[in-house]
């Protein structure tokens, strides 16, 4: 497995990758989850994919196999800030206003969102490897731009494998359920706390 990271300037040099994130996307968040989000028949894409985006994306053997995307919580593109000041300001009413306390504007933290990873990568080492990779880049893209922090909404067991993989990661705001599962929003330092540990 390897990391690749890059944003709209420079996809360019890693092929079809950002195409081949957009259609796991749409296959694990609109084909199973139901999420009714911005899709087509092959991809999901909404308004946090944007030049002001980045994107940490795990491949093996030439296959994209893992992903997510960070922006800074400063960023604004066409209306759209980061997904959670947007869901303060009533932009996405699907998601509950208590997941966070209050909006969070500053270069020093930076949002993530859009975590997938494929089904089949294998046994649960391979999958905390595809998890670590991925993070791993999201934190390197927010520190070279001055970043110290991580948020994300995402579902809340995430929390202790991040743990396990040696962030220190806290939950901020209130968990909600939606399509079967918890969500919260996750806070941790975009520096790790120390070597990852053995999965239990």
């Not at 081949?20 to 999420?35: A, N, Q, T």
């Not at 030439?62 to 922006?71: Q, S, T």
């Not at 932009?91 to 089949?120: F, H, N, Q, Y």
């Amino acid at each position: 497995m390897e990391n690749i990271t890059f944003d709209l300037l420079n996809m360019h040099q890693h092929g079809a990758a950002f195409y081949d994130y957009l259609r796991m996307r749409k296959r694990v968040f609109v084909d199973e989850l139901g999420w009714e989000i911005p899709h087509n028949d092959f991809v999901e894409m909404d308004q946090y994919d944007n030049p002001m985006t980045h994107y940490s994306l795990v491949v093996r053997d030439g296959r994209v196999i893992g992903g997510a995307r960070a922006l800074s919580t400063v960023a604004e593109w066409n209306g759209a800030g980061c997904m959670l000041n947007d869901v303060l300001e009533g932009k996405l009413p699907t998601i509950p206003k208590s997941v966070i306390d209050g909006p969070i504007r500053t270069p020093l933290v930076w949002e993530c969102s859009r975590l997938v990873m494929a089904e089949d990568i294998g046994a649960a080492e391979e999958r905390a490897e595809c998890l670590s990779l991925i993070v791993d880049g999201l934190a390197d893209m927010a520190r070279s731009q001055g970043a110290s922090e991580l948020i994300s909404l995402t579902r809340l067991p995430l929390l202790r494998a991040l743990r396990q993989l040696g962030w220190a990661c806290d939950r901020i705001g209130q968990p909600y359920t939606q399509d079967g599962r918890s969500y919260a929003v996750l806070s941790m330092p975009a520096d790790k706390l120390r070597p990852a540990i053995a999965a239990e």
